[in-house]
């Protein structure tokens, strides 16, 4: 990821720095250093697209499993509407069509904690990445003032 070649260069410009004597300071090329931030700037918005079309995915996989959901309980009832003529066949699709509903639950429910657990890994990893290219601009800016 370029962001994180351009953070790379960063550090490697403050640590390729000569230092002030006596001092924690370090003499940087603040025209080079402000480039590197721009290009930073201009990549961030590119992974925060990213971040949205995870969570648009996110909200297309939870809408499609609701959907399934809802044609698997639509085709157990019509299923037991069919058999409601044997006490035991009725009997039968009443517990079917509870395994169904139930499975069909199960399912929603891993489909949606799983898209909901993917999305907040690459939420978290966005955030941690910008949370990080902040502390760095923010200690540059702080030396370069």
Known sequence: ???FTLLQKIEDI???SKRLPFSHKVIINQE????????????????????????????????KANEEAGEIVKEAENRIISMIDEHEI???AY???????????????EISNGT???????????QVTLEDALK???SNRKEVK
């Not at 700037?41 to 590119?46: A, I, N």
């Not at 993917?118 to 939420?123: G, K, P, T």
């Open 136 to 138: 760095v601009i923010e």
């Open 116 to 126: 909901k657990a993917y999305a907040d890994s690459i939420l978290e990893s966005v």
């Open 32 to 63: 080079e250093l402000l480039d590197i931030i721009k290009e930073i700037r201009l990549k961030l918005p590119d992974e925060l697209r990213e971040a949205k079309a995870i969570k648009e995915e996110h909200d297309r996989i939870i809408t």
């Open 90 to 92: 009725t009997k039968k």
């Open 14 to 16: 403050l640590e390729d």
């Open 95 to 109: 517990e079917q069509k509870n395994k169904i509903i139930e499975n069909a639950n199960d399912m929603a429910r």
């Open 1 to 3: 990821m370029e962001i």
